[in-house]
T-cell receptor
Framework: EDQVTQSPEALRLQEGESSSLNCSYT??????LFWYRQDPGKGPEFLFTLYSAGEEKEKERLKATLTKKESFLHITAPKPEDSATYLC?????????FGAGTTVTVRA | DAMVIQNPRYQVTQFGKPVTLSCSQT?????MYWYQQKSSQAPKLLFHYYDKDFNNEADTPDNFQSRRPNTSFCFLDIRSPGLGDAAMYLCATSEPGQANTEAFFGQGTRLTVV
């Protein structure tokens, strides 16, 4: 059975304090790994797709990396508007399986 | 510009009274998903369709049914809602044949059971 584990569950940061979120996975036949941002009461918003180990993607203050067993989402110099829950998902076949997310709070 | 639209955004239903949630998409994607998300938990896949091919997760309760009458629309029917079915229900679409296979989500329907 596909397993996706995210850590930490919650992360409190001071504005400008860089940090990393972890997503470890155990799947057979990984087709892609996805990062989403979810604000309270809303649907997940797509951030990145990673398809192979060694791949990196960047968007503003966010950078996602992938190895054969885990992915990291690095947040550089975060701002309060980066506060959200960040979800990781793995795709096998047509199925997307999610981790429970990391809730990031950035204080001004 | 909304691409995946869920209606209603908020739904209150009585214990045991059937309820239907709807999802429509303008992306013409072949795959549609229904997820259930409870507070501080991972979205849990209930079903997915590839075109008209229906795939039910093994642990999805029989109380949950789905219909996809055409490419654009998909419905989630809860035949006899219990208090434990209160959650956010998320619809998503994806197109595996494209270079980018990410799933696009609607804003969700928050279901309250009273």
């Amino acid at each position: 059975e596909d397993q996706v584990t995210q850590s930490p569950e919650a992360l409190r940061l001071q504005e400008g304090e860089s940090s990393s979120l972890n997503c470890s996975y155990t799947v057979s036949g990984l087709r892609g790994l996805f990062w989403y941002r979810q604000d309270p009461g809303k649907g997940p918003e797509f951030l990145f797709t990673l398809y192979s180990a060694g791949e990196e993607k960047e968007k503003e203050r966010l950078k996602a990396t992938l190895t054969k067993k885990e992915s990291f989402l690095h947040i550089t110099a975060p701002k309060p508007e980066d506060s959200a829950t960040y979800l990781c998902a793995v795709q096998t076949g047509y199925k997307l399986s999610f981790g429970a997310g990391t809730t990031v709070t950035v204080r001004a | 510009d909304a691409m995946v639209i869920q209606n209603p955004r908020y739904q209150v239903t009585q214990f045991g009274k059937p309820v239907t949630l709807s999802c429509s998409q303008t992306l013409n994607h072949n795959v549609m998903y229904w997820y259930q998300q409870k507070s501080s938990q991972a979205p849990k896949l209930l079903f997915h369709y590839y075109d008209k091919d229906f795939n039910n997760e093994a642990d999805t309760p029989d109380n949950f049914q789905s219909r996809r009458p055409n490419t654009s629309f998909c419905f989630l029917d809860i035949r006899s809602p219990g208090l434990g079915d209160a959650a956010m229900y998320l619809c998503a679409t994806s197109e595996p044949g494209q270079a980018n296979t990410e799933a696009f989500f609607g804003q969700g329907t928050r279901l309250t059971v009273v």
